[in-house]
C-alpha cells in the first residue's frame, strides 16, 4: 500500500456515493450483456436484503443486507461449492437462486432464461428442474408417510411418468440412491440419519431436476456416513449430468465434490475459480485463513494456522470499505474506507482485496 494511500484523508460519505453509481453503473452494464449460451446458471450482481426496522409509514429503515452483489456462471455437469463461515449468507444464496427468497437485486439466468421477477405460478412449470436437498435429514421429511408414499406424490403430482409405471420408476430410483427394495414401505423414523438423506436425496431427484441445491447435506452426520453420501451424489451426478450447487463450510468435502469454488464473506463473494486454482493459490486473506485450517495428516508437514480474531461483523451494520478489515491481518487505512474491486486476477479466477490491486 502506498504512503500517499496511508496518510490520505477518507472522505466517508463521498466513497460511498462513488461506490454506488459505479455499481449501479455495472450492474446496468450487465443487463445488457448477452445470456451465456454454455451456462445452465447465471447469477448477475444477486442482492438479497431483509427488512429489520420499519417506520410508522411502513417505510424500510433499516435492513440487513444476507447477500450483496454476488456473479457466477455454472455450466451443466458442473459443481460450484461455496464455502464460507455460518452466517455468511451461503444459504439465503442458495435459496435466492431457487427463488424460495424473492431477489432484491439482479438476475438470475436458469437455462437461458431471466428468472428473476417470475411469479410463483410462473415458477411451478420449473420447480421440477430446480431442486434442494437439506441440511437435516430428521426434520425435511413428513413422519406420517412412508418412503413409497414420500418418493411417489413428486413423481405423481408433476406426471414424470404414467401413473401405472410409478411405482417401477420410484423402486428403479430408490435402488439409484442405495435404499434397499422393502424400505418402500416402512416410515423415516425407522432409518438412520445416512439412509434419510439418501431418502431426501431420491426425493430431489425423482422429478428428473437439472439443477440441484445441496444446502449442507453432510453437515449432520457422521463421518463416515458423509464419505458415503459424497460419493453417491457424485455418481449420481454422472449417471444424471446433475449440476450441483454444493453449500458447506466443511474445505475438504467441497474440496473433493467441487469444479469450482466460490469463497463468501459477510454475505459478498470474496474469491472465485476452479478448484485447482484457489486451493493451490487462493489469493484473498480470508480464503488463505480458511484454507490454513485444513488439518494436514502428515506430521512432519508444520502447520501455519492463520487465526482470525473476533467474530464475523453483523450484515445489519457492517463495516465500511473492505468488510473483512475488523479481522483481517493485512488490513490498512485504504481497507477501512474504500471497498475493495472484485476483478480477475488470473483467467477464471475473481477476488477482492487491496493487496491484489497493488500487484498489478
Ligand atoms: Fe485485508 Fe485490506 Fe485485502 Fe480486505 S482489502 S482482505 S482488509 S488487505
Avoid at 253 to 276: A, H, N, P, R, T
Wanted: with cysteine.
Amino acid at each position: 500500500m502506498s504512503e500517499l494511500n496511508e496518510n490520505a484523508v477518507y472522505n466517508d460519505e463521498e466513497i460511498a456515493e462513488n461506490e454506488a453509481r459505479s455499481k449501479q453503473a455495472a450492474i446496468e452494464a450487465d443487463k445488457n450483456k448477452p445470456f451465456d449460451p454454455d451456462a445452465l446458471l447465471e447469477v448477475r450482481h444477486l442482492r438479497k436484503c431483509f427488512p429489520v426496522q420499519k417506520n410508522l409509514l411502513g417505510k424500510v429503515e433499516k435492513e440487513l443486507v444476507a447477500v450483496d452483489d454476488i456473479s457466477f456462471t455454472l455450466k451443466a455437469g458442473e459443481t460450484l461449492g461455496i464455502v464460507g463461515e455460518s452466517g455468511c449468507g451461503k444459504t439465503t444464496m442458495g435459496r435466492t437462486v431457487l427463488k424460495l427468497h424473492q431477489p432484491s437485486g439482479g438476475q438470475i439466468i436458469f437455462n437461458g432464461e431471466d428468472i428473476t421477477s417470475y411469479s410463483h405460478a410462473k415458477m411451478r412449470p420449473l420447480r421440477t428442474d430446480m431442486q434442494i436437498i437439506f441440511q437435516d435429514p430428521y426434520s425435511s421429511l413428513p413422519p406420517r408417510a412412508t418412503v413409497g408414499d414420500i418418493l411417489s406424490e413428486p413423481v405423481k403430482v408433476h406426471g414424470i411418468v404414467p401413473q401405472n409405471q410409478v411405482k417401477e420408476y420410484v423402486m428403479d430410483l430408490m435402488e439409484k440412491c442405495g435404499l434397499r427394495d422393502y424400505y418402500y414401505e416402512r416410515y423415516p423414523h425407522e432409518f438412520s440419519g445416512g439412509q434419510r438423506q439418501r431418502i431426501c436425496i431420491a426425493r430431489a431427484l425423482s422429478v428428473k431436476p437439472k439443477l440441484v441445491i445441496c444446502d449442507e447435506p453432510v453437515s449432520a452426520l457422521d463421518v463416515s456416513i458423509q464419505a458415503q453420501i459424497i460419493n453417491l451424489l457424485k455418481d449420481l451426478q454422472r449417471s444424471m449430468n446433475l449440476t450441483y450447487l454444493f453449500i458447506s463450510h466443511d474445505l475438504s468435502v467441497v474440496k473433493f465434490i467441487s469444479d469450482k469454488v466460490g469463497v463468501m464473506y459477510l454475505g459478498s463473494m470474496v474469491e472465485f475459480g476452479l478448484k485447482e486454482d484457489i486451493f493451490s493459490n487462493p489469493l484473498h486473506p480470508y480464503t488463505k485463513a480458511l484454507f490454513s485450517a485444513i488439518p494436514n495428516p502428515d506430521p512432519d508437514v508444520k502447520m501455519n494456522r492463520v487465526v482470525l480474531n473476533g467474530d464475523i461483523p453483523s450484515p445489519i451494520n457492517p463495516p465500511k470499505g473492505c468488510r473483512f478489515h475488523t479481522r483481517c491481518p493485512y488490513a490498512t487505512e485504504k481497507c477501512k474506507h474504500i471497498t475493495p474491486q472484485y476483478k480477475e486476477y488470473e483467467p477464471g479466477h475473481f477476488a477482492a482485496c487491496h493487496l491484489l490491486e497493488k500487484d498489478q
